[in-house]
């Protein structure tokens, strides 16, 4: 019960992205199981806000709020019969959870309210307070999350307990800038955990195999797993942005070395590798969690190779820096048939189609337009090399592909004569080319273009 | 049905709203507005605490660090951004002095808006004034200290016991509540010395001070513990009497109960209510019986006025005799 209570807290400071893997499938199972079998409170407590958590990671904040609301109703529930039947240290920290609840659906007053009356009853306890803090820097309110943490690790605990405290402090502390004491803190936490005085955990974690990280822990076990892992992460993070490449590296790889799949370690690896290593460790950072908006940005700001052989996101993400919109199109479409209601995939879907539209208006204004382009938009464009996935009907011989005519992104062109491409490549390719004018296309107006390169879908 | 009725007890409003007795007739602030004597105003976006002065009054947001100072007899209002939750403050004279929890300060902000700060132990929680000088408690390290208001400086600080949940004054002693060790802490003002703990009850919460009654709310008990028409409660601490008759139960039988366990208590002169906050139930009580007054009322909307009991619910307020 103990660690229950404290777990709830350690990763709410955390950024969200840090939570997201898909490699948590075996987490979401976990808990879906924990709440099918397990009906006490604390259990199905745990489980609501777990899922909720690792909803918000895959980018689902509708199910994820269900979840959280889930969460609430229990505790909001749980506290009233606890209060029925005078039990007030339970009363307490149901209140507690509940406004940890109400925080992680963003409602401030309710959340504010349902602490401060927990803390009529146990401002003794630094389980309460740190849960005070967590909610309070889900709510970015930086400054009580700071002042509410500083009065667990007042308090004190147990050394897990504390070590758990003096995290939230930490956390709290990065929110408002204060580096130096967070980073002292986050390095006593490793050391401490990594000290002989956790061998006995250490020893049961072993012969458990247990490697599960969630954001509301139950037991020593993982509580120990997931405090390591955030604390080391954190602590990486702030070591890169000091410009401490060797360290941070190092610190991340300990990350790995515990949990191979960590998408945030494997994501700041990506960031702080080169050549192949750096899309090696991309590969999988999209594998372990393919949602991660922050990933998600990072990779987006680097070019990568055209060849590189991607999937899922990764390889939409690359569809789309190579100006492949109907391409990306349907592979974002293959993944939200599979996750439905995940907000990434609709936004990067909304994003191709603007694209997608965007591209092809422009194709169209250079032919209806062509007439009155001045000579320095000429010169522009003769400059300029398009690409885009082209639709055409082909003859094949000697292994060549011959094209004439066809389609770029909606819009009919022409080249100046059949033109022999080597490869045999059947209806759609990505084509590069120069537009050089204008011409007439089974009597419409179409686009000369002049191929520069034409190479197979992938 | 069932569910439907859950649903609805658990959409009891926790907060922002605030009633409040003044000079001026029931203040309310509720949903960014303040009403007051037939004078509305702009307020805050969380109410989440009220104090009134003599012609004066401010409503407190402690989640986004306002304070919405009006001058009700001017009906003018200003709002002033304040330390990190400002959760409670006491006027003296015109002079505001607002309790910043967490920023660990006490704030002096004059009627001419001159501001000075000055700082307190960790987790300031109370602040309370008898005769001129004010008195925070902080929870974390268990301290008193005593601020007169001519210096603004901490004069003297009382070691006592941390955590407690309620903290109150009468002119000559303070009181401290402990809900764990179901205990009252008293210590005499004019030496800060500690007078000695008295058991009390199961789990006191909440205690109420007015002239020579004393009540402390005890939800576990579901009982108000009172004495009233003694000499006077302070000199009943003071020789040990209220410990023997909290300590020992004597009281038990003639206090009042109640069907839930009331947290809150109210005192006014011969008024007396007592609060459920879990339930928002409000009662009003003798020492021979108790009566639900209302329900669904939240935490911090209702107040006693001069002659009743005023309180907020469902948008309205809602003014009450009580004999």
New interface residues.
Partial sequence: MRTSVLAIAILCCLPLAAQNRMATDFEMQQMERQLAQKRDFRSQLAGRLNLGDLRIARNEPALARAEYAKAL?LA??D??DA??D?S?TR?ASDTAYAGFAAAKLGD???A???LE?AL?????DPKTWNLYAGAMALLR?S??A???A??AV??GGEPLDLAVYRYTLASALLDVNERSEAETLLAKIVSDLRSPAFDDLKKSIAKKEAFEIYSTASGDESTYLSLLNRAQLRLGALHETRGDVAKARATFRTVLDARSDDAMALAAMARLSAGEERERYYAEAFAANPFSTTLIAQYRKETHPADAKTRGVQLALDQMARGEYRAAQTTLDALLAKFPHNDVLRSLRREVETARNDASNELRRVMTSWERLSPDERVALDQRTFTAVAAFQATHANGQTVIEAGTVDGVPFRFSEPTAFNGTFTDRARLAFHILGVTQQNGADALLLEPLKLEALP | MKRAL??L??ALP???QQVASTSRGVLVAHDGVIEVGGWKTDGVA?A?GVVVGEDRAAVLD??ANRVRILDLEKRVAETKTVN??PIAGVFIGSTLYILE????ALERIGADGARASIQTA??P?FLRQANGILYVYC??PGNVQEIPTDTFAVRRTLLTK??A?DFEIDGTNGYLVY??AAQIRSFTLATMAAIEDQEAG??P?DLALAGSTLALAD????RVWMIEGEQSFTQAFARGFLRGLLGIGLLGNRDSAFP??I?KVLVRGSMRVAYD???GTLYRFTKADAAVIATGVA?GAFALTPDGIAFWRNGMLVAQKLN
């Fill in positions: 109703e909001q529930k506290r009233l209060r029925k005078s007030f009363y401030r007053a309710q504010f309210a349902l009356e009529r009853y146990t401002s003794d309110e400054r009580k700071v002042s509410a500083r009065n007042y308090i | 859950l649903l007890l658990f926790l907060a922002a969380n989440t402690a989640i990190e939750t929890r967490d920023a660990r960790a987790d929680a929870r974390a941390p955590f949940s809900p764990r199961a789990v919460v939800p576990s008990a579901k839930t366990g947290d906050s879990s339930s935490p």
